[in-house]
């Protein structure tokens, strides 16, 4: 065992009844922290205070005080107070100093070895530049039992299942074949102490009802509790996360089942444990930290296409809309043209308008929930024939309706840019997939397994946003929020509740100026809709000036990333209080510095009433620099190096 001193002092959990996970959790501790501390339950009825003594006799034992509360696994008091966080949030209140960094986590739960010196390396950066945790947004939960029984129960709870993979064995009873990822409950387990620290609902964290600045890790978190209690629904048992149900009413939307081979092991030196279910008995083993994983994702490496690079400039095919909310594909075609050959297709596009082309109403089921699309299909070869007489180097497509039908790749380079991960549709011609969240590549991973390379491709500063701002000029509105809420419906629900219940509780507060806008749900003839409440996204000169005499303004991205308001609001010099999303921090927008950052509906009320100060013009002045930075400009040359790159 290492002996070196590590950066972090103490590592705890409260234990009930775990003789089959604690060695291994202890042995997993003493890689990162110098203490390890059990709140042991006096209820215990197995062998885990033994086992302790036995193996590891400097690990800390402390009973826990059942007094402290009256809510355990078996039994639920009037007052509903659960006896190990109470005893837990004493505990850390009592000994770790504010500031001092500790690992919370449970006895089920393992990282995997070879992710260990990553997870170190990860935990002296966020010591070093001030963050306040570490989250693990991908948490792998392995599932026993037979296949079939997975899909019924599953598809019922609408899960998302590959029958298809040829890595499964339907007919293998033991193998532990797949596994769920609960790829956005932003797990927490290594975090500084700050005053008053309290259990919360975040997974083993304590900031509840507090902003705070994480920095997202590269690791993934293992959870063994469905292998441990051998069932697939969680029902009445004692869970990081609760029931299944509630968590996919948290989660809105679908989590995905994906295959993992699972040659891990989950205990360590455990001998006359009893009869254990069937599928545990392979299980006990020598080392708990063992885990062998290969999984469906295989680093594929772009395609080149080996195109002699002509002397006369590129013939380029743009395929994209002219928009105005979002003019995207009309300023690359403005860049474009001045070096190359472009010829723009799309709607309301210069060289062919196909706004009034035929329209396929499908339907999608994807992670994000159910969406209603419009298509356009038709051939790539279509287009080509009506451009006969030019000879195509490269296709670049903006994600919009149309839809190729083809179901090869196109003997063309083909960049398809997606923007809206709830519309995940990509043509089978695409050569590579550029997307602009961060977020949004791990869900096209799992809807195209290796189908496409794809690379993380921001989308910048709307220009219609690059502004100059006084700071100095009193600006009218407390705070304000102008977007969509109900299309796509299932998409929006999280943000409609987040919204609604901010407008609602800023009305009641007296002096409080706040302009809330959206459309109405229901869709007039000729696809028109009234404003339900506000000014409403009437245009983008409307929602701008609004945001222009806005001191704060309020955002909520979906399950994709950050959008196109986050931006927008920073570009108005508005303060900007968004939905955490890893795009923003990878983008280097801290908490704080640029914008805040809210994991709840509660922690963004109390963000938008917190005093306007010269700190928080600030934070506005600093997300205002950076987000000036990431320009149409600066996207349309790393474009240009992409595809270049693509046609050596």
Request: aromatic letters at 12%.
């Amino acid at each position: 065992m290492n002996k070196t001193k590590k950066n972090i002092e103490y590592g705890l959990c409260t234990v009930k009844d775990e003789e089959l996970y604690v060695l291994g959790w202890i042995k997993m501790l003493k890689e990162f922290t110098n203490q390890q501390i059990v709140l042991l339950d006096p209820d215990t009825k197995d062998n885990t205070e033994k086992l302790i003594r036995d193996n590891y006799p400097d690990v800390k034992i402390v009973m826990q005080d059942r007094d402290l509360g009256d809510t355990d696994n078996n039994t639920k008091g009037e007052s509903n107070i659960n006896i190990m966080h109470v005893n837990k949030t004493k505990w850390i209140r009592e000994n770790i100093n504010d500031g001092e960094w500790f690992i919370e986590m449970a006895c089920d739960e393992r990282f995997n070895p070879e992710d260990i010196p990553v997870l170190k390396k990860e935990i002296e950066y966020a010591q070093k530049y001030n963050y306040d945790a570490i989250i693990h947004r991908n948490m792998y939960e392995p599932i026993p039992g037979l296949l079939k029984n997975v899909k019924y129960i599953f598809n019922k709870l609408y899960y998302i299942l590959d029958e298809d993979d040829s890595n499964c064995n339907v007919n293998d009873e033991l193998e532990l074949q797949y596994s769920i990822n609960w790829n956005r409950l932003r797990q927490i387990r290594f975090q500084k102490k700050y005053p008053n620290w309290k259990q919360n609902y975040q997974p083993h964290s304590g900031f509840s009802g507090r902003s705070f600045n994480p920095m997202y890790s590269k690791v993934p978190l293992w959870h063994f509790h469905r292998i441990k209690y051998n069932k697939i629904l969680a029902s009445n048992q004692r869970d990081a996360q609760g029931s299944i149900n509630k968590i996919i009413k948290q989660n809105k939307g679908k989590i995905p089942i994906i295959p993992v081979r699972c040659g891990f092991t989950i205990l360590k030196d455990v001998k006359n444990v009893g009869k254990l279910p069937i599928h545990n008995q392979n299980l006990i083993c020598n080392n708990s930290l063992a885990i062998d994983t290969n999984s469906y994702h295989i680093n594929k490496q772009v395609p080149i296409f080996k195109t002699e690079i002509p002397k006369n400039p590129l013939q380029i095919l743009l395929i994209g809309d002219n928009t105005k909310y979002s003019p995207t594909a009309q300023l690359y075609y403005g860049y474009l043209k001045d070096k190359y050959h472009v010829t723009w297709v799309g709607t309301d596009a210069k060289d062919l308008n196909t706004a009034n082309f035929p329209r396929t109403h499908i339907k999608l089921n994807g992670i994000m929930g159910k969406t209603d699309v419009s298509h356009q299909k038709m051939k790539l070869s279509t287009i080509l024939d009506i451009f006969n007489d030019k000879k195509f180097d490269l296709i670049i497509h903006f994600q919009n309706a149309i839809q190729f039908t083809e179901d090869k790749p196109s003997k063309i380079a083909y960049i398809y840019i997606i923007q809206e991960m709830w519309n995940y549709t990509i043509p089978e011609s695409t050569s590579l997939v550029l997307c602009a969240n961060y977020s949004g590549i791990e869900q096209l991973k799992y809807y195209y397994k290796n189908k496409f390379p794809i690379m993380h491709f921001p989308t910048p500063l709307n220009v219609n946003f690059q502004l100059p701002i006084n700071f100095n000029k009193e600006r009218e509105y407390d705070c304000s929020f102008t977007g969509e809420l109900y299309y796509p419906f299932e998409v929006l629900e999280e943000r409609r509740k987040i919204i609604k219940y901010c407008n609602k509780n800023l009305d009641l507060v007296e002096g409080y100026n706040s302009l809330f806008g959206w459309f109405e749900s229901k869709i007039q003839e000729g696809g028109k809709r009234n404003i339900e409440i506000g000014s409403g996204r009437l245009t983008q000169q409307s929602y701008r000036d609004v945001l222009i005499r806005s001191k704060r303004a309020l955002n909520c991205p979906t399950l994709s990333g950050c959008n196109f308001r986050d931006f927008e609001i920073m570009g108005a010099g508005a303060l900007l209080i968004t939905k955490r999303t890893e795009d923003l921090d990878i983008m280097g927008f801290k908490h704080g510095i640029h914008c805040y950052f809210y994991d709840t509906k509660e922690e963004a009320l109390d963000l938008l009433l917190m005093e306007y100060t010269d700190d928080q013009i600030q934070i506005a002045i600093n997300g205002y620099d950076l987000v000036n930075s990431l320009t149409y400009s600066q996207s349309c040359k790393i474009l240009e190096v992409i595809f270049l790159e693509l046609l050596k």
